[in-house]
């Protein structure tokens, strides 16, 4: 809340920062190089439509943060000249996760990977320095680092929503959306709960952005013919 009530300016200084200082952990990549088996990654172009389908369900949640772009995007001071950077950044995020998915594969047996529900964290058990023994605690504590801007983009997006359209106070919005967001992270208690909870947000954002967003745009554009009409 502290970071949010500052302005989109903090906000946006948060995620520069969210994606400058644990770009380091890319480099821990190279300790799981030396123990994957890249046959893992054959046979290639074996899969039916519907699990290529089924597979994308499950990354939606990964990629559900791009929407808030409609909120954000009046703020920017040379939209049409940052353009080139949003789709660098986008290209960026799809070289990492490529990246990430392609080492887990190779360095896990596919049995592994089905009963496996942080592989990250697991491969950062075998990354060994002389000046720390258990690597995954401060990949952990960098971690939060990057799902911080996401939170407070989220955050702030949703009480700027609730300004816009309702005309009430971002404060209060922002305040009462915590609340309700801290009253359900108390009844998460279970592995089982929290995952389920993802799949039903991944699965919710999957039909906004499918359905929600193109006729959005569809009626933008017939509101803009009117209007320029």
């Known amino acids: 809340m502290y970071l949010i009530i500052g302005g989109f300016r903090t906000v946006t200084g948060i995620c520069f920062l969210g994606v400058v200082i644990p770009f380091y952990l890319i480099l821990t990549a190279i300790y799981p190089v030396g123990y994957s088996e890249f046959r893992h990654l054959l046979p290639i172009w074996n899969h039916s439509p519907n699990e290529i389908f089924e597979a994308t369900k499950d990354m939606t949640l990964s990629y559900l943060g791009f929407s808030t772009l409609f909120m954000f995007y009046p703020y920017i001071k040379h939209p049409r000249r940052s353009i080139k950077w949003a789709q660098l950044g986008s290209f960026l995020s799809l070289l990492l996760y490529t990246f990430i998915m392609i080492i887990s594969i190779t360095y896990f047996d596919v049995r592994h990977l089905i009963h496996n529900t942080w592989p990250t964290l697991n491969m950062w058990k075998i990354v060994e320095l002389p000046f720390v023994e258990r690597f995954e605690y401060i990949g952990i504590s960098s971690w939060t680092l990057i799902i911080l801007p996401n939170v407070c ?77």
């Open 153 to 229: 983009l989220a955050f702030w997006a949703s009480s700027r929503g609730i300004r816009q359209v309702f005309r009430f106070s971002q404060r209060k919005a922002l305040i009462g959306m915590m609340v309700v967001s801290l009253i359900i992270l108390l009844f998460l208690k279970e592995r089982e709960q929290i995952e389920l909870l993802s799949k039903y947000v991944s699965l919710t954002g999957l039909y906004l952005c499918s359905f929600y967003v193109p006729c959005l745009l569809i009626l933008s554009y017939f509101k803009w013919r009117r209007k320029d009409s």
